[in-house]
């Protein structure tokens, strides 16, 4: 059987500096936890699950992961921190560079030095990721059809359809432009969806105009700087979320565009940015899609039963549509 001191020699660091490095406590260099990490992977090194429950171990730490830092994932670490704190539990933030550090996080999972991992965005594969979940209870709030890793996504393509619905319900088949997030991501492939289908009903409505940006930060400004220099006559623009949209609304004016008066702007997920700036939008309750990852979280380490609350999203119109 493969002990702690088994895996301080392979990794050449003492007994305490393994220990802190697996148990998530104490300082350790992250060179140093790297080489326990690697070392306790590649010997099997799992601690004993029975041993920690009764010496009362449960770390009481969540791992919070996301790949960068956008407004959403400020709402959503505030959601969940508030109600992990009810019961006890903190929170350790991860943002990865790569699927390498993602791997050491899930690593430290198995390990036991996190009791949960809650993952605002992935770098690995579900398929990889699922194979953790063993190790205790894995959420995300990605479209993901997993069977292991419990996902409060919502669909977007209704939600799209409605905007653009109600676009042509108010204005006819006017020309749409659409700023959209990552192309491979299930939800940009939804909305796409959602285009194509709308294209094929309204055949004099152009919605050719379609820019993407993988990353928030300054997406905005650069599709409205995009948006400029076109040549086509664009009436109404989408945008994937309220902070991009408020952005993008920002450079425009500074530009001399005037909203709405000269172009309709459209948001998504009813964010504080989108009430600011009066923007029209889709009320996707991120909070209750953090209740509901929390909630899973909390009811499958306390062993109680879960109840997913049922979100109704809804179009949101305000005066700058």
């Not at 400004?221 to 952005?247: F, G, M, P, R």
Request: hydrophobic residues 35%.
């Amino acid at each position: 059987m493969v002990t702690i001191f088994d895996v301080a020699k392979a990794a050449g660091v003492s007994k305490s500096t393994a220990s802190r490095a697996i148990s998530g406590q104490g300082y350790v260099s992250q060179a140093s936890k790297a080489k326990v990490l690697t070392a306790a992977a590649k010997l099997g090194y799992t601690p004993s699950i029975l041993a920690r429950q009764f010496r009362g171990q449960s770390t009481k730490n969540i791992g919070f992961i996301a790949r960068t830092y956008y407004p959403a994932v400020g709402e959503l670490l505030k959601y969940c921190t508030n109600i992990l704190k009810k019961y006890g539990y903190g929170v350790t933030i991860y943002f990865t560079k790569d699927k390498a550090e993602e791997a050491n996080i899930l690593e430290s999972f198995r390990l036991h030095a996190l009791d949960g991992l809650f993952f605002v965005a992935n770098r690995n594969n579900w398929s990889y990721i699922d194979r953790y979940t063993e190790y205790g209870p894995i959420v995300t709030w990605r479209r993901t059809d997993n069977q292991k890793v419990y996902s409060s996504y919502i669909d977007h393509y209704p939600l799209y359809k409605q905007i653009l619905d109600y676009i042509y319900t108010e204005y006819g088949e006017i020309n749409i432009g659409h700023v959209l997030n990552d192309s491979a991501k299930n939800n940009t492939k939804a909305r796409l969806r959602a285009i194509s289908e709308y294209t094929k009903l309204h055949p004099n409505s152009d919605n050719s105009w379609i820019v993407y940006y993988p990353e928030q930060e300054n997406a905005g400004q650069q599709a409205a700087l995009n948006y400029l220099t076109t040549k086509q006559t664009i009436d109404a623009v989408i945008v994937y979320s309220d902070y991009v949209a408020a952005e993008f609304m920002s450079t425009l004016r500074v530009n001399g565009i005037n909203i709405p008066e000269e172009l309709k702007l459209f948001g998504f997920d009813n964010s504080d940015f989108g009430k600011f700036m009066n923007i029209s939008t889709i009320d996707t309750y991120l909070a209750i899609q953090a209740k509901n990852l929390t909630n899973r979280i909390i009811c499958t380490l306390e062993h109680e039963t879960f109840k997913e609350i049922t979100i109704v999203p809804k179009v949101v119109i305000r005066q700058t549509c």
